[in-house]
């Protein structure tokens, strides 16, 4: 298929039409309200199902309904959108039902600004509603990667009942970039008569089916916490996601870096290289599952001297390289946030006063 | 001699957790009676409220999902909305829809969207214990009012269905009592007609039940139901609010 020009919003609206879904709730705020504009106009085309909710908070509960009916169902918002949608999501992972949403990440705390960010890297991977829950967390570094991230996000969320989280940034969801939707990402909706709350009539055996999240019993509450346990252990185990960059020679440092944040990266490694300083990236494509071992084994190879941790916020994801570093190697940070993106020739500067 | 009363089909044999003289028995009787009656009971998908009636897919027999404090009206979009063909209601209390709610309920409503709300006010909160309600009387004490609520602090109780009435999409607002035999036979056929017009697609539909708490009002079943007719019933005036007949 020939590639066509499209900005981020609209990409990944199109991109979950592409994947078979046909259903959207969402609540205008920016950087990313261009998804809900583009699929407003675009479901009604293909027989698909638009609304436009009263708030945030009821949008995560349509998703829950629609979900809990069996039916492939996304949402868009950012930051402060997302916040509002947390109870739903950890009602969503409690209940086990798959949904998508999309955080086209801006500036916070609070209202804060709407520039891109990584700000909610915490809130994505840590949790953000209450109880024992993960989401899995893809993180593209472009137009394209949002797409493909945003088609394959409903097969995963179907293989674990359990919500996905596509995070983005105001940069990935604004720029216009050439983009494919490539057709073996479309994944055929799984048969969810088993569990879903879709009506007895569908099912031979004629049991009611109970989309729910309280267990008053504490042991059947932890066993249920168990169960959900080892659906975030087979993630880590069977859908960790991860690129490395020029790390094939003898690099001296190794930078972490993600989404668009990764893109600068990139090119302050290019340019190093050209002038002889060998620099690697570790980018994490899931942020949840994280790629724990992956960045381990890259920061332990003998020529790096120590890790970097680059973010658009005030340092998040570092706390998770350090952690799987295990401190033998040093890890160090620079971000910066409400908008402002650290240039590649920022980057250089620090990379060379690191290595000395 | 036939058979003149039995068990609808769409409830279950299990003891509810209900206190003695509650309310939610006779409602959730005439839920299953109208889910019976219309044939609808293996093609509906019930939304369980926070509160007392949590439980209530323990006692009707067909599909359900549990929401959370007061966004049943939201999750009964999601579902009605992706699957038009499945017949949906919320069966919510007072604390759930005219506090926590009060924003998906109005927004469910003026949508129009074609599901069945049950709307249980007993003037307070039951499954936290019986603390003060946006439908609480003046005066009414209850655990976080316990001199009796003070309007002058927290407002009159709200009307829901005089509130809903004045919703300009086109729906159907009723306000029953199952506090008397006339009452329930009369609430049954509200409740049936809230179905009916979900079945025919015709509106949104939502029917207010003043009802019963003997255990946080502190009275006994008998003199609750008295006392709930003389306080009550005077300022929740039963009787249809807005039919889509007036549209």
Redesign the interface.
């Known amino acids: 298929m020939a590639k066509v020009l499209m900005k981020g919003n609209e990409a990944i609206g199109e991109a979950a039409i592409r994947a078979g879904c046909l259903?959207y709730?969402a609540y205008p705020i920016t950087p990313q309200s261009e998804v809900a504009e583009y699929l407003s106009k675009r479901l009604p085309e293909v027989g698909g199902?638009f609304?436009q909710?009263?708030?945030e908070?009821?949008?995560?509960?349509?998703?829950?309904?629609?979900?809990?009916?069996g039916?492939r169902?996304m949402t868009t918002s950012s930051s402060p959108g997302i916040s509002l949608m947390s109870?739903?999501i950890s009602?969503i992972a409690g209940?086990e039902c798959p949904a998508v949403f999309v955080n086209i990440m801006r500036g916070g705390p609070g209202l804060g600004g709407i520039l891109p960010s990584q700000g909610d890297y915490f809130q994505a991977t840590k949790g953000g509603g209450h109880g024992d829950y993960h989401l899995l967390v893809l993180a593209p570094d472009g137009v394209q990667e949002a797409v493909e991230m945003t088609m394959q996000a409903f097969g995963l969320a179907e293989k674990y009942r359990n919500p996905v989280m596509v995070m983005g940034d105001g940069m990935i969801g604004q720029m216009m970039e050439p983009v494919e939707f490539p057709d073996d990402l479309k994944t055929e909706p799984t048969n969810k008569d088993d569990w879903a709350?879709?009506?007895?009539?569908t099912r031979k055996s004629?049991k009611?089916?109970?989309?729910?999240?309280?267990f008053l019993d504490p042991a059947e509450l932890n066993q249920h916490n168990l169960n959900l346990k080892a659906k975030y252990e087979q993630m880590k185990k069977e859908d960790v996601q991860y690129e490395l960059y020029n790390a094939d020679g003898d690099y001296q440092i190794l930078i972490a870096s993600y989404g668009t944040m990764s893109r600068v990266c990139r090119t302050a490694i290019d340019m190093l290289k050209a002038e002889g300083i060998e620099a690697a990236m570790f980018r994490p494509k899931t942020l949840f599952p994280f790629p724990e071992k992956q960045v381990h084994d890259a920061a332990l190879k003998e020529t790096c001297k120590c890790v970097i941790s680059i973010e658009m916020s005030m340092g998040q994801m570092v706390e998770d390289v350090q952690r799987c570093v295990m401190g033998k190697k040093p890890v160090e940070f620079y971000g910066e946030c409400g908008g402002e993106i650290p240039s590649p020739e920022k980057i250089m500067e620090i990379v060379k006063e690191l290595i000395g | 001699m036939g058979k003149a009363f039995s068990k609808p089909e769409a409830l279950t044999d299990n003891y509810t957790h209900y206190c003695p003289g509650c309310t939610h028995g006779i409602v959730h009787r005439l839920v299953a009676e109208a889910i019976d009656e219309l044939g609808i009971?293996?093609?509906?998908?019930g939304?369980?409220p926070v509160g007392c009636a949590?439980m209530i897919?323990d006692y009707i027999?067909?599909?359900?999902?549990?929401?959370?404090h007061g966004?049943a009206p939201?999750?009964?979009?999601?579902?009605?909305?992706?699957?038009p063909?499945?017949m949906v209601f919320t069966y919510q209390g007072d604390g759930d829809l005219a506090s926590i709610g009060m924003?998906?309920i109005i927004?469910a409503a003026n949508r129009g969207e074609k599901i069945t709300v049950i709307f249980i006010n007993n003037a307070i909160y039951g499954m936290t214990g019986g603390q003060m309600a946006p439908t609480t009387m003046p005066g009414q004490r209850a655990t976080t009012a316990p001199a009796g609520r003070d309007t002058a602090q927290t407002g009159m109780p709200i009307r829901m269905a005089n509130l809903m009435s004045e919703i300009v999409t086109p729906g159907y607002v009723t306000r029953q009592a199952v506090l008397k035999p006339q009452m329930v036979n009369k609430c049954k056929k509200a409740i049936k007609k809230a179905f009916q017009y979900q079945m025919d697609n015709t509106c949104f539909s939502f029917v207010e039940v003043v009802s019963t708490c003997p255990t946080n009002w502190g009275m006994t079943p008998i003199n609750a139901l008295k006392w709930a007719e003389e306080t009550l019933l005077p300022y929740y005036e039963l009787g249809d609010y807005k039919t889509p007949e007036d549209a």
């Open positions: 259903n709730f199902v609304l909710g009263e708030s908070v009821a949008v995560g509960y349509m998703l829950f309904g629609a979900s809990g009916a039916e169902v109870e739903a009602y209940a709350s879709n009506g007895m009539s004629k009611k089916n109970l989309v729910k999240s309280l | 009971r293996e093609n509906t998908v939304i369980a949590v897919y027999n067909c599909d359900f999902q549990e929401a959370a966004r939201a999750m009964a979009t999601g579902i009605k909305r992706v699957r063909d499945l924003g998906e927004h």
